[in-house]
Every structure is written in C-alpha cells, then in structure tokens.
C-alpha cells in the first residue's frame, strides 16, 4: 500500500453512538465543622493564617543614597544611642555614612586636643 487511508471514506463501519460522558454522582455538602472535626482527629496542620503578631515597633524610613561609600558597617549600639544617631542624621539632613564620618572625626579632633594638654 503505498497511499494512506483516507479518514473521511465513508465506508467507515465504525460506530460512535455508544461513546457518551459519564454521569456524575450528585455531591453532598459537608459541613465545614465536620471537616475541622476529621481534619483535628487525625492530627491535619491547618493552612489558615497564623494570627497577626502584637504590632512591632515602628521601622526606620528606608534611606538609599548614592554616595560612593561601599563598605558596610554592622554594630550593635543600645537603643537610646541609634535613636540620637538617627536623630542628628534627620536633623542636619546628613545621610547616615556622613553622621558616622562627623562622629569619626570629632572624636580624633578630642582626642588629638586631650594629647596636646
């Protein structure tokens, strides 16, 4: 046979009437107690939502300036000390790597006049 055979002959003896969809069954509603119930009995981790936490304390205003600083410096301070840092930055309008470099600096010119004496 060197051609293909035809899908469209109408010849076909193949019968299509018994292909249907199947029937579903009718489903019954389950009460979402019911549901809690079975899902706590057999030890079911629910996927609600955890409840909120207390609310945190209120977050720093994110600062992102281009300064050419590219060093990063992580230290702990106590609170009352990051609060007047962040309290002399936002006053004078410095970023935060300026504050620190002022700081620096006063404190070499207090030390350099406490050598002198």
């Known amino acids: 046979m060197s051609e293909r055979a035809s899908i469209f002959d109408g010849d076909s003896d193949?019968?299509?009437s018994k292909f249907a969809p199947k029937q579903s069954k009718p489903k019954t509603e389950t009460s979402a107690e019911a549901v809690r119930a079975v899902a706590e009995n057999s030890d079911f981790r629910s996927r609600e939502p955890a409840p909120a936490p207390k609310k945190?304390?209120?977050?720093?205003?994110r600062r992102r300036?281009?300064?050419g600083r590219n060093v990063q410096l992580n230290i702990k301070v106590r609170s009352e000390t990051l609060d007047a840092f962040y309290s002399i930055a936002?006053?004078?309008?410095w970023v935060l790597g300026e504050t620190l470099e002022r700081a620096v600096a006063a404190l070499q010119k207090e030390l350099n006049a406490k050598q002198r004496r």
Request: no cysteine; charged share 45%; net charge negative.
């Open 65 to 67: 300036y281009t300064t």
């Open 90 to 93: 936002d006053a004078e309008k």
């Open 14 to 16: 193949f019968d299509v």
């Open 56 to 61: 945190a304390p209120a977050e720093k205003e």
